[in-house]
């Protein structure tokens, strides 16, 4: 008999824990492109991607260096594992935030999973394009706040640059991404105070055709701009996005604030999805924030879709900069349209 029902006592009550983000970890490729290495393969030049997208370099995988989505997930799965002082046998979940398997099955969890040894753990993976890590972190909270898990391996990782053509055609969004992948352990504790304050997601399916990759001919809203070219291309129609994501970004947070009863002063981080600087500069200047309080990493990185939020949380905690007792916000949007937001107490 379980000790909440010892003795048949009516009034006994299940034991109260909280949530916390145990460990972090990173996998990158080792191909380093800058900007002066896309001048030679196309029309642009440094100081044009840099004030429109504050990008200098980014990552980008080479399949014969047998660089897949797997391989950056296990590889951010072990650094995170290490950082928690746990091994693969300790986790009862594996969760992979991805829009670019390697495959439709299996899954990139089931291979995960597999490489690091859970004792056959489960697997999820979850596609929500580049608020898919923070979709993830909020099941993963409510999946352990509700008794079933205690230890979740949650991951971030795309090759997105798969859908990018490295050309003068394709330079409206081959300037924007990189690859590579982050993770948490996230771990169920006696200290019920931590874990998620508020949180929110969104989808606008009408907004999708700003922002997608075609498989045919007939995923093209509009007929007429369907050439061969650009079916497993991203597709952006820049202006578009960017008025949805300075929009979404500063009412996001509102309403994120507004939920858990907070000012934007109380947050200590705001982990953001690295889309575009002049987005992450706007949303910082809305609500006064100092530059310590809201990471910018996009101009080493550029944008690796799933990855972004957790590359951008493992360096500030590797820069020592993030403590217990702190508050972290992490903010998303990307292709669905999608965005969302997380906001922990450590």
């Known amino acids: 008999m379980s000790q909440g029902h010892a003795g048949g006592s009516s009034s006994a009550r299940p034991p109260r824990f909280g949530v ?4 972090t970890g990173t996998c990158i490729p080792r191909t380093k492109v ?5 001048e ?7 100081e044009w991607i840099t004030q429109r997208t504050g990008i200098k370099s980014r990552y980008i995988y080479k399949k014969e260096l047998g660089e897949t989505t797997a391989h950056f997930a296990i590889g951010a799965a072990r650094a995170a594992l290490a950082d928690a002082g746990m091994t693969g046998a300790d986790i009862d979940l594996v969760v992979v935030a991805t829009m670019t398997t390697d495959a439709p099955t299996p899954s990139t969890s089931c291979i995960v999973s597999h490489a690091i040894g859970t004792h056959a753990a489960g697997g999820l993976d979850i596609n929500g394009a580049c608020s898919g890590f923070v979709y993830s972190l909020n099941v993963v909270h409510d999946m352990i706040k509700g ?3 205690r230890n979740i391996l949650l991951i971030g990782a795309d090759r997105i640059t798969q859908h990018v053509e490295f050309s003068t055609w394709g330079r409206g969004t081959s300037v924007l991404f990189g690859d590579g992948a982050g993770a948490i352990v996230v ?3 006696d200290d019920p105070s931590k874990g998620l304050l508020a949180q929110a997601m969104h989808c606008d399916g009408g907004g999708a055709k700003h922002l997608f990759i075609p498989a045919s001919k007939e995923d093209f809203p509009n007929p007429a701009d369907y050439e061969e070219r650009k079916l497993n291309r991203v597709y952006m129609n820049g202006g578009a ?3 949805f994501a300075v929009g979404t970004f500063s009412t996001l947070i509102e309403q994120t604030l507004e939920k858990a009863g907070l000012k934007a002063e109380d947050v200590d981080h705001y982990v953001c999805h ?12 809305r609500f006064g924030l100092p530059a310590e309080k809201l990471h910018v990493n996009i101009d080493h990185f550029g944008n690796t879709v799933a990855a972004s939020i957790p590359l951008a949380f493992d360096e500030i905690r590797k820069a020592g900069r993030v403590h217990e007792g702190q508050k972290v916000m992490f903010l ?7 965005w969302g937001s997380s906001l922990w107490q450590l």
């Not at 916390?20 to 460990?23: D, H, I, K, Q, V």
């Open 274 to 285: 690295q889309s575009n600087a002049r987005i992450l500069a706007a949303a910082r200047e």
């Open 241 to 243: 996005v960017f008025k």
């Open 187 to 189: 771990r169920a504790t």
């Open 332 to 338: 998303a949007f990307g292709a669905g349209l999608t």
């Open 40 to 46: 030679k393969v196309m029309e642009t030049t440094d």
């Open 20 to 23: 916390r983000l145990a460990g």
């Open 147 to 149: 008794g079933a898990y």
């Open 34 to 38: 800058t900007n002066a290495d896309l």
